[in-house]
């Protein structure tokens, strides 16, 4: 089958997490802050410009130390109890019906829909608990079980042979531009979501099937 192009319709889809099935993470960690009585960019900060924090994440999503540690550290970094800080940052943090349901369409047309995601480990707080990763998805590459995270190019080639599909096959949605070019140049198409709405129209573009049902 071929897409309204007419090029082959791609047989894979990944789709990251946060922010893609998942509503904004930003608002979140702005709401968290706001409640911690944090400047309401403090949780970003640290996670993404100072440079302790930033490795500290980093070892978070590659599985090298575990939530726990990751949140009494980082805690201290904010200047605020880290018990269960993951789970208090995206306490807000909801399914994002959109994606959701095109990604169920997808894969009842045959397409083969993956989750590609930077992962925050699972416990005390699972974040992906209630999202049927296990039921609803054909692959699942979480960082965290690999040691080697996105946007570092092994990731991308972790998920394709999981999915025993070529790059050129498959479709990459992310929320994160520099999360993209390691997909493109292995081959994928890549889908930058910005607004749900207008990323299932890519989609059903990219694909050649409705997403909406």
Known sequence: MTTTSGTPRPKG???????????????CTCAFCLREGLAPDAFLNVIATDPVGKELYRDLERGAIPQAEWNERTGALLGIDGTGLIGRALADLRPEPALITAARAARRA??????LSNSLGSGPYDPYRG?????????VVLSGDHATRKPEAEIYAIALESMQLPAADCVFVDDSPRNLPPAQNLGMAVVLDTDPSETVTRLEDALGISLRQ
Do not use: E, K, N, S
């Open 13 to 27: 889809l990944f789709l990251d997490f946060g922010g893609v099935l998942t509503t904004p993470v930003a608002p």
């Open 131 to 139: 999202y049927g990763l296990a039921t609803d998805y054909d692959v």
């Open 110 to 115: 045959g397409v083969r829909v993956g989750v």
